[in-house]
């Protein structure tokens, strides 16, 4: 892992060339540090703060042979503007056995301590006690940005470490929440690679990752493809200053200038980063240390004298969780200290059971799974429903994290919730409830000696199941559902009985006048027939709407003009199977109804240079303006919210025109059918009337046709055939002389500008319009 030390770029280097080029991958000394708080004794390792009252025992593990001799000094702080006591500062003699020994107590007032390797020369200690008590601030800031960078690196190893234990294959599954679990964001192009370039990657990289800690920091930005300024303007902000936030993945940062000041003939500052293993802690230096004036200082941060920041755990998932799975993990979020650091000691689940039973189970931190996994235990403890809290030590201090729920399937069954009841022929839902649904692990179907069918479900809350069982085709008959679970011996059978759906009757909607009606209910593909006072209705194409079916029925007796408007009636359907069902039904308000009493065909910008003359008023050119006038039929008036409704096709849209009315009787509208229904709209248009949302009956309007631009008609003086010319001559079928000879016929897909016709017998050519082969056409030709 020494690779990984390249990562420590919120470390402090000695001026700013060498701080933009080293990093700290150099090993340095190893202190061998103790806290000692109300009686009990830990490594610093697991001591996340200081106390004061704390009794600190501090050892150098210098090689036997260390040539140089080195002083080393515990000074506490307490604040930038006010500077310790000269009685803060505590040394020892690392080269006398019965002197090399820091022995103390952190005092009342202290704010942070920091440990200093001071060369052994003359008035070097005496220099260093002047540095800190002339400028206290810098060595508050350096134990800070160091502090922070210990822990950032503490995640960022533990994240490597995972990853680098793993082949590519499983990374994809895994560092997704490993990144979670310890709060780092990532370029994922470095999993892709083999595990040496893989952490070279994750380590070096100027954008390959950002570590962001919900404990201590709102900031998360994701540097994978951005410049490294980026990273370097994140590293300057207020968080990132007071040691709340670390870029500290490939970002150099110069912090060399808070000890700039105490640079002399005599010493030098170097930081030094603290990397805590076990009982030990390992400094880490960015710059080579100097044994010729001017002689280096190593400095390191010890943890903050500060109120325990218990860490902020939160349940990663509230839904109730299965006691007897195996493994079983409490998902966590919201302090990824807890998964990289040793701070966190005798975790343990404190279970509760329905009976008050408590019971302790020890847990252990995993970031690759998310969370605490739980030791083994006796299936037995856990009932029903029982409670559990995440609790131990942080340090020195108690804490309790979240509660979780668990759920185990001993003493519980599953039945079908209510009146369930499963239908064949389609896919039929169905709710289970009573037992614990988190752990459950299949649902299965058995009907017969057939195949066992696999059963769709998912969690409906704590103690229910929400099942799609797949009965389509099935005839029936007993099914049977199997739900297997963990820590259930056996799977539980529940057997239901399948029945074939029968038709369910909603309603009949007939109007008044109309011949036909529709039919609206289930299993509607069951009707044969609807009596209405000796009316017989037919079924028509069954339609499907979600879980409602539509069925269109149809009469053609006379009799069914009849039933009046308001008419309550009592309908029976015939299932074909011989049962009839009686419906109550009320006809309904007849169709709005109108016929057409006049239309103007007006053509709309010059007329072309070789118009064709139109015969009659059915057909309309798609170009010109169309305006047709109605008369509302029966007890239909017109309103000012009644619409008339235009389409040339059954592919075409259907477009509503206002009306404008001339009185409840009579109303104008007017469209170009070109612009209204598009260029390509041609054929028979139709319109009905619309009110209330109910529309009437389709009726004829015209004949929609379009015409040709026709430009010149050029003829030789010697006779001959003569040469049209104009656009869109596609829209033409034919063109002849008026007389029996054969016509000429446009090709289809013609795209050119001119063609050869006949010449005009009489001083007129007959055309055939593609859409509306049948109508007389003609072009007049001067003489």
């Not at 604040?79 to 690392?94: C, D, H, I, M, R």
């Not at 477009?655 to 009787?665: E, G, S, Y």
């Amino acid at each position: 892992m020494r690779g990984i030390a390249c990562v420590a770029t919120a470390g402090l280097g000695i001026g700013p060339a060498a701080a933009e080029t080293t990093a700290f991958d150099l090993a340095g000394p190893v202190l061998r540090i103790s806290v000692t708080h109300g009686g009990e004794t830990l490594p610093l390792s697991q001591v996340p703060n200081l106390s004061a009252g704390d009794r600190l025992r501090i050892a150098a593990e210098l090689p036997a042979g260390q040539g140089a001799r080195y002083r080393l000094v515990l000074a506490f702080l307490r604040g930038a503007t006010n500077p310790p006591p000269k009685n803060w500062l505590v040394s020892a003699e690392t080269w006398k056995p019965k002197k090399a020994t820091i022995d103390a107590v952190v005092p009342q007032g202290a704010g942070q301590a920091v440990v200093l390797m001071v060369p052994e020369t003359g008035g070097a200690l005496d220099a260093v006690g002047s540095a800190i008590r002339s400028r206290p601030g810098a060595f508050v800031r350096a134990s800070q940005e160091l502090n922070q960078a210990m822990l950032d690196r503490a995640r960022l190893e533990t994240f490597v470490d995972r990853v680098t234990r793993r082949d590519p294959a499983a990374l994809s599954a895994v560092s997704p929440q490993l990144a979670r679990s310890l709060a780092v964001k990532l370029d994922t192009d470095c999993l892709l690679r083999q595990p040496d370039a893989r952490v070279a990657c994750l380590t070096q990289g100027s954008n390959a990752a950002v570590l962001a800690d919900g404990q201590t920091s709102s900031i998360a930005q994701t540097l994978a493809g951005a410049p490294a300024d980026i990273a370097l303007q994140l590293s300057s902000t207020p968080q990132a200053g007071f040691g709340y936030y670390s870029p500290y993945v490939g970002v150099i940062r110069d912090v060399a200038r808070i000890f700039g000041a105490f640079q002399s003939a005599q010493l030098q500052f170097i930081p030094a980063l603290g990397v805590q293993h076990g009982p030990t802690t390992a400094l880490l230096l960015n710059t080579v240390p100097s044994f010729r004036k001017p002689q280096s200082v190593l400095v390191a941060a010890l943890p903050s004298v500060a109120p325990p920041a218990l860490p902020p755990l939160s349940a990663g998932d509230e839904s109730a969780l299965c006691a007897t799975q195996p493994g079983l993990v409490l998902p966590v979020s919201g302090a990824p200290l807890v998964f990289a650091t040793d701070y966190a000691r005798q975790m343990a689940v404190r279970l509760t059971g329905s009976g008050g039973r408590v019971m302790e189970i020890p847990a252990t931190a995993d970031p690759a799974r998310g969370g605490y996994v739980l030791g083994a235990a006796d299936a037995t403890a856990f009932g029903p429903g029982t409670q559990a809290t995440l609790h131990g030590l942080w340090g020195f201090q108690p804490f309790d994290g979240p509660t979780f729920r668990l759920v185990a399937p001993a003493g519980r069954s599953w039945r079908a919730a209510g009146d369930a009841t499963l239908v064949v022929g389609r896919e039929t839902p169905l709710r289970l409830t009573g037992a614990a649904a988190a752990c459950v692990t299949t649902v299965a179907m058995e009907r017969g000696t057939g195949p066992v069918q696999g059963v769709a479900w998912r969690a409906d809350g704590a103690d229910a199941l929400a099942l799609k069982v797949p009965l389509a085709g099935a005839g029936p008959g007993d099914v049977t559902i199997v739900v297997s679970s963990q820590g259930a011996t056996e799977p539980q059978r529940i057997r239901i009985r399948a029945f074939a759906e029968a038709s369910r009757i909603a309603s009949f909607d007939l109007r008044a006048g109309d011949r036909g009606g529709v039919l609206t209910g289930t299993r509607l593909d069951q009707v044969a027939a609807l009596d209405i006072d000796g009316v017989e209705f037919r079924p028509g194409p069954l339609e499907r709407s979600g879980a409602t079916d539509r069925l269109p029925m149809t009469t053609d007796m006379a009799a069914v003009g009849a039933l009046q408007p308001g008419q309550s009636r009592e309908a029976r359907v015939t299932l074909n199977d011989g049962r009839v069902v009686p419906l109550k039904m009320t006809v309904a308000p007849a169709r709005p109804a109108a016929t057409l009493v006049g239309k103007t065909v007006e053509r709309i910008g010059p007329a072309p240079a070789l118009p064709l003359a139109l015969s009659g008023d059915e057909l309309v050119p798609a170009d010109a303006r169309l305006t047709f006038s109605l008369r509302a039929e029966g007890a239909t008036r017109l309103t000012a919210g009644t619409v008339v409704e235009v389409t040339a096709g059954e592919s075409l849209p259907v477009v509503a025109l206002p009306l404008r009315l001339q009185d409840p009787r009579v109303g104008i509208a007017a469209f170009v059918p070109s612009v209204t229904l598009g260029d390509s709209a041609h054929g028979p248009l139709r319109f009905r009337l619309v009110q209330n949302g109910v529309a009437g009956d389709w009726q004829p309007l015209a004949t929609l046709v379009r015409l040709p631009t026709l430009t010149a008609l050029r003829c030789p003086p010697a006779g001959g055939r003569c040469m049209l010319a104009g656009d869109g001559l596609f829209l033409v079928r034919s063109v002849s002389d008026g007389t029996d000879a054969p016509a000429t016929a446009i090709p289809d897909g013609f795209t050119g500008g001119t063609i050869e016709v006949p010449r005009p017998a009489s001083g007129r050519l007959a055309v055939s319009l593609r859409d509306a082969p049948e109508a007389p056409v003609s072009l007049a030709v001067a003489p």
